[in-house]
């Protein structure tokens, strides 16, 4: 629902941008619209988000370069020149009511999801705010802290312990993974492509079999065969 159509712009941006530090802004308006403020290396001109933004919303003002484009309900209304924006997008919008069942955006909910994002691109810097609230969403090692605190709540103490982590990319394919050792029970967060695998997968498998593997073979290796073989 509305919220997908709000994360999902986030992804794009984040996907579509090829600089190393990316930025984007978001501010909750009094008139329930939401303002972005992103780099222009975020856009990519009627992409997917943009088209389903403009579509199911009642207000759409996409300024860029030299022009603002404005929106009702989905039909084009007007245009504008304004002050040149070479290097920046604005993006006013507000889901159209008839269209989603919801009251008010909610504030914590978008919050939630943008931290999770975060965690998962070191490179990006969020700054969400709203009348009550302004936060800065940034994480240097964001793997590692999403790893610290689900270990708090799964093993308590558990999280005292320095992960391990392990960065690899090849054909194009960038794996990130961070564990550590767990004292109460095994816990477990997967993701792919900003989506979170709940039941797992045969990502999450191999590594485990990579993992147990490995370590077998260690210890028969390195361990006094009188004593201990696995």
């Given at each position: 629902g509305v919220y997908n159509m709000i994360f999902e712009l986030v992804e794009e941006?984040?996907?579509n941008s090829n600089k190393a530090d990316i930025f984007i802004e978001i501010n909750f308006t009094d008139n329930d619209e939401l303002l972005f403020m992103y780099d222009s290396h975020g856009y990519v001109e009627d992409s997917f988000s943009i088209k389903v933004i403009r579509a199911l919303s009642e207000v759409f003002e996409l300024s860029y370069k030299t022009t603002k484009h404005i929106y009702r309900k989905g039909v084009f209304a007007s245009e504008k020149i304004i002050d040149?924006?070479?290097?920046?997008?604005?993006l006013l919008f507000k889901p159209d009511k008839d269209l989603f069942l919801y009251e008010n955006i909610d504030y914590i909910a978008i919050f939630n999801?943008?931290?999770?994002?975060?965690?998962?691109?070191?490179?990006?810097?969020?700054l969400l705010k709203n009348k009550e609230n302004t936060n800065t969403i940034k994480y240097h090692h964001g793997l590692d802290a999403m790893l610290s605190e689900n270990?708090?709540?799964c093993s308590p103490g558990s999280s005292q312990h320095v992960p391990l982590n392990i960065n690899v990319t090849e054909n194009d394919?960038?794996?990130?993974?961070?564990m550590m050792y767990g004292f109460a029970s095994d816990a477990k967060l997967s993701y792919v492509n900003n989506i979170k695998t709940n039941d797992g997968g045969t990502h999450v498998q191999g590594l485990y079999e990579g993992i147990y593997d490995a370590f077998t073979d260690y210890i028969n290796n390195h361990a006094d065969?009188?004593?201990?073989?696995?």
């Open positions: 941006i984040i996907c040149s924006r070479e290097d920046s997008i604005n999801r943008l931290r999770e994002l975060a965690q998962l691109h070191e490179n990006v810097r969020i270990m708090y709540m394919i960038e794996v990130a993974i961070s065969k009188n004593t201990i073989i696995m």
